[in-house]
């Protein structure tokens, strides 16, 4: 948790500090662009809607409380105030470099002291084995596409080959199946995006991998298919409890912070996890928590963003910036269908900064002595 705090917000203060030289070079502090990004309303939307949801909660005491972690969505404007283009996009994925490499290196620790099976999952640091999977998930997507990016350096391709590489071990050692499934969609989409051609690489990728991976992790990748696999059938249990949340009150749901609370009242025959701290599914959560009109919105966001991407890509932008923030992003809408990850305050950071790179890929001004010449 430390590693990614650190670096998420010596990131943002180091383009904070980017922000005032430009102010103190004549330029503008606080750029305004209309029309506004696509992501921005519906996040100001879901803010409105959380707000009503504990007004009118099942205990508006309890969730009128849950207000604060709400401002995490002012992220989104914030990123698109700090990051105007694509140059600065650009620094923020090689300062996103500083989190890979920190969770990268403490998780490869934890290998070599011999942890990793499903007793002493890997946490790269992290407050927990899902955290960190669902971080590594997109990071390790965003620096393959980088390293595809024909226009960058070689020695930086080869830089984000190599964290790509231990990414992808690390993925496949963390045991999250969620993880797993995320970025097999997320790599064919950025492959699709890059040269729809080479997408047939990736299965016969995939099973080498799993062919030279050690027996707990074709283990955990074998139990996806499992339907009597305890975990599994949980989560099915928890999703008919979320259904009946939403079937009692679908339009501003149950109030922030009352689906644990309340679990006990809705759980189903057949459970594992008795008091779980979420439903595993964004959207299911999403609409239990702050009703049907709030899980629209989370699709909203989730729909203006890839109309961002898809607007991009079709004035032939191949930029790996582009393309991997869409390969990340898909990963994390997959892995949210068996996980809380719009609800990790950790990976929900990582979330929103992503999603404003599709709407900052213009190249920056040239300075007054550039456009002289």
Known sequence: MVAANIALGGSLALLLFLAI???????AFLPVSRPYPDVLLPI?????????????????S???????????????????VLIRNVSDGWFFLNLLRLTQVMIGLQATLEVLAGK?????????????????????MPLTLLLGAAALDRGRSGRDRVLDALLFTLGVVLLALSLTRSAYLGFIVGAILLLFLHRPKTVWILPPAMLALLFMSPADVKDRAKSIFDPEDPTSRDRI????AGRLM????????????????????????GYVEPHPGHLHNNLVMIAAETGLPSMAIYLWFTGAFFAGVFRERRKGNKSGLLLGSAAA?????????FEYN???????????????????????????NEAAS
């Open 237 to 240: 249990v928890m999703w008919k």
């Open 21 to 27: 030289q430009r102010k103190l070079s004549g330029g």
């Open 44 to 60: 100001l939307a879901f803010i409105g809607i959380s707000i009503v949801s504990a007004i009118f909660s099942t205990s508006p």
């Open 342 to 368: 719009f609800g990790d305050v950790e990976i929900l950071r990582f979330t929103l900064l992503l999603s404003v790179l599709p709407f900052r890929m213009k190249e920056p001004p040239l300075i007054e």
């Open 329 to 337: 992003m898909i990963s994390l809408f997959v892995a949210g269908q």
């Open 246 to 269: 939403i079937e009692d009150h679908p339009l501003v749901g149950v109030g922030p912070g009352r689906v644990k609370e309340l679990y006990a009242q809705y759980r189903q025959p």
């Open 116 to 136: 990793g099976d499903l007793g002493t999952r890997l946490t790269g640091g992290l407050s927990n084995h899902m955290t960190f999977a669902g971080l590594l």
């Open 62 to 80: 309890r969730s009128v409380g849950e207000i604060k972690g709400l401002l995490t969505f002012l992220l989104v404007p914030a990123g698109l």
